[in-house]
């Protein structure tokens, strides 16, 4: 099934030891079509830390939950 980018916004960045942050904006490769990073908004409500990560380290995205599981923890963001 065909999504929009838009759909991906805001999803939770789910790490096998919590939340990691959320996807803020999606960086393309014009030439290839396809998203090279995630920007990820990984502060909390008093830092303002943007990370950006690769879609091979994510998972299959939980469009119910609202979710993007990533294979890296917590402390790899930090």
Do not use: C
């Amino acid at each position: 099934m065909l999504r929009r980018v838009k759909d991906r916004e805001d999803h939770a960045i789910r790490a096998a030891d919590g939340v990691v942050g959320r996807v803020k904006d999606l960086h393309f490769d014009d030439e290839a079509g396809v998203i090279r990073y995630f920007a990820v908004d990984a502060g909390g409500w008093l830092s303002n830390r943007k990370v950006q990560i690769a879609p091979i380290a994510t998972g299959h995205p939980d469009w119910a939950k609202q979710a993007l599981p990533v294979s890296i923890t917590n402390e790899q963001v930090t």
